[in-house]
Every structure is written in C-alpha cells, then in structure tokens.
C-alpha cells in the first residue's frame, strides 16, 4: 500500500446528545474513543486529520502523528453534521483517496482497513467511494473516498445538502465486502456502551 496516495479524516465534531458525555472522550477499553480511532488510522497512512470545533478539549488525547483541522460552524450552532465537516475538511487534504471515519467505532481493526486501502489502490473504477453496506445502506463513516469527489460535495452541500445517503443515491459506489460486522458498531447511546465495555 503506497500510504502517501491515502489521508485519512477522523470526524469528531458531534454533539453526542444521545451519548449524554462526548462521545470521543468516553473510554473504551481504558482509551478515549477518538484515540482509539486515530490509532488504527494510523496503520493505514500517517496522514491523519481530525476534524472538530474542540482542538483544544481534544490535543491531549490524540496522538502527535495526527494534525487537526478547525470545524468552521457559526458561534452557538449546532454541528452542521457529518456531511458538511467532510466537506470542510477535504477541501483542506491533498491525496488521492481518504479514509473517512466517526469517532465513535470501538470495534475497528486495522488490518481490516488495510485490506480495504489495498483493495481501493488496485481497482479500476469510476466510484466515488468504496464503503461497506448493511441493511440500512451505506456506512458512510468508515470507507474510502477518492478526492475527485469534491466538486459534487461542496454543490450538494451549497444546495443544502446534509445526508450522505442522499448524496450517494445517484452516485458510483463500489461496494467493500464485510467479514465482520461488528466492526461498523457506532457508540452512540449509553446502552450501546454497556455493549461493548
């Protein structure tokens, strides 16, 4: 895997009003979520980003490898959501494919990216993104991108766009086969944390 032809984007700007604490601060296995995330990026590329209005509550636990990109939203909004901080942030990172991921996946595995990055790096294809589907569609926090992609983000986004489902819906996406599931479980309530804890 050439990693410098892969970045990744690790999303942690939520409001984790489901989870009731922030989500990527909330310890798993005795590490912070995000932590833990940024970590396994890291076995995919060194290139890492986290994107987050919170820099300074989140500079202690990310590792130094990582950088930070400021998530621009105005004073006392709410997070714009998921969508729109991708936006901001892969306008701001220069590699051919990105490693979109939440915050809140306790159950990654990095060898399971790495499959996946080598996978996306020798295909021949049109897609946009190569992402993992359940039942529900998409995952699209946790699968790949190629930048060429922007141009119809950010006019989806300028439309009012804030669903990457409906982003996708008249996209190519190729899909990335799942060996195991449990490695898309979101953290996002407190129930969900009793789960895997």
């Known amino acids: 895997m050439n990693s410098s ?16 604490q922030d989500k990527a601060l909330t310890k798993v296995r005795g590490k912070p979520l995000l932590q833990h995330v940024c970590e396994v990026a890291l076995h995919c590329t060194p290139a890492v980003w986290v994107v987050t209005p919170r820099v300074i509550e989140y500079q202690a636990i990310v590792p130094t490898e990582c950088q930070f990109i400021l998530e621009a939203r105005p004073a006392n909004a709410s997070a714009p959501g998921p969508l ?4 901001q942030a892969l306008a701001q ?10 915050c809140d996946l306790p159950n ?4 399971i990216l790495k ?10 294809t049109d897609a946009i ?27 989806f986004v300028q439309l009012g766009g804030v669903s990457f489902q409906a982003w996708l819906v008249d996209r190519r996406v190729q899909e ?22």
């Open 5 to 20: 032809s892969i970045a990744a984007i690790v999303l942690a700007g939520g409001n984790s009003r489901r989870m009731q």
């Open 84 to 87: 729109v901080a991708f936006s």
């Open 93 to 102: 990172v220069h590699a051919e494919w990105v490693l979109l991921l939440a």
């Open 108 to 111: 990654l595995h990095a060898e």
């Open 115 to 124: 499959d996946w990055a080598n996978q996306v790096l020798v295909t021949s």
């Open 129 to 155: 993104a190569h992402l993992p589907r359940t039942a529900k569609g998409w995952e699209p926090l946790c699968g790949f991108y190629h930048t060429g992609c922007l141009p119809s983000l950010q006019q």
């Open 176 to 197: 990335l086969s799942v060996t195991d599931p449990a490695m898309l479980f979101n953290c996002n309530t407190l129930d969900d944390l009793k789960q895997i804890t």
